[in-house]
């Protein structure tokens, strides 16, 4: 197969729109209010899309066209990342801005280039329904306006994507015969029926199975449980990122492991399963065999683990590793 056939495939992505933000220090004293807690003087900030925002952006650097349907703040944090998509050429028109919610902060602070604590700004959002119905009038004018070939329903619970709404949105995407791949979390994953690929992470898999995947290298084990999962949920094909280890993948009948065939020392795995979920996605709309899509897949997250902070993966990079 050849990737070149993913330019120009038109996708939607449904999530939860974050900023991240990096933020280096240095300290060179400690505070004279609390005993041994330094003072920490910035040195660097640096600012990335990312959740949903961060899968746009790797569908757009893969030479797809993106469109990202959320919502956001009306705050510094919204004004960076429309900044940020516009540098981008990523279209916000499908992105909601909601002046009674906060938008969506990680803010990584390092100390001599040492991660010493996360800062999170969230909050939960107070009016669903209204939110719910932006997400499903965007939806609409997305598909109506575009003819996308696929749907990423990216979720990090964080309340764009919810129990009442997801049915909903599974409905439309069928109506339209979209392929529909999601990156589920821990809450409302059983909600993702019938879709065409389901992506966990090894510990959201153990969440669903309610069992854990010691030794997760052994195929038989974990075909077991996607066996359990399929019954849950009915999902046409499987894909459970295994970390340093790979993926393991499942399509109802055949499955295998794709080991990663080198190993990073000191992996940074911020937005790994945004690249991953964003080549997946990909592949599937081009009609690659799962085997193919997992093993590009690895790639691509394995590509984004060597790089600093929260980066894609760009169509280039792939095509030489292909």
């Known amino acids: ?104 902060k990680k803010m990584r602070i390092f100390l001599d280039n040492q991660p010493v604590y996360r800062l999170d700004e969230e909050e939960v959002n107070e009016y669903p329904d209204l939110i719910n119905h932006f997400i499903l009038k965007n939806i609409q004018a997305a598909i109506t306006n575009h003819k996308p070939h696929a749907i990423i329903l990216q979720d990090y619970n964080k309340g764009v994507l919810n129990a009442a709404v997801i049915p909903e949105i599974l409905t439309i995407a069928k109506q339209h015969n979209l392929l529909i791949c999601v990156d589920p979390k821990f809450e409302n994953w059983n909600s993702y029926k019938d879709v065409d690929l389901f992506k966990p992470n090894l510990q959201e898999f153990d969440f669903m199975c309610q069992q854990q995947s010691e030794g997760a290298s052994e195929n038989q084990m974990l075909l077991k449980r996607a066996v359990d999962l399929k019954e849950k949920i009915n999902f046409k094909n499987l894909l459970v990122t295994l970390g340093a280890k790979g993926n393991f993948s499942f399509d109802g009948n055949k499955s295998q492991i794709s080991n990663l065939k080198s190993q990073i020392q000191q992996p940074d795995v911020c937005g790994a399963g945004d690249a991953v979920i964003a080549v997946a996605s990909l592949a599937m709309v081009c009609g690659f065999p799962l085997e193919e899509t997992a093993d590009l897949a690895n790639k691509a997250g394995f590509m984004v683990c060597r790089k600093e902070n929260v980066q894609p993966v760009t169509l280039e990079e792939l095509s030489l590793s292909y």
């Open 1 to 104: 197969m050849d990737i070149s056939t993913f330019e120009n495939k038109r996708i939607i992505i449904v999530g939860d729109i974050m900023l991240d933000e990096f933020v280096y220090t240095r300290s060179s004293r400690n505070s004279p209010e609390y005993k041994d807690v330094p003072v920490l003087n910035t040195e660097n900030k640096r600012q990335y899309l990312g959740g949903a925002a961060n899968v746009a952006l790797n569908i757009k650097k893969l030479k797809a066209i993106p469109y990202l349907i959320g919502t956001v703040g009306e705050d510094d944090a919204s004004r960076s990342i429309y900044a940020m998509l516009h540098e981008h050429d990523i279209s916000n028109h499908y992105v909601h801005t909601n002046p009674r919610q906060s938008t969506i």
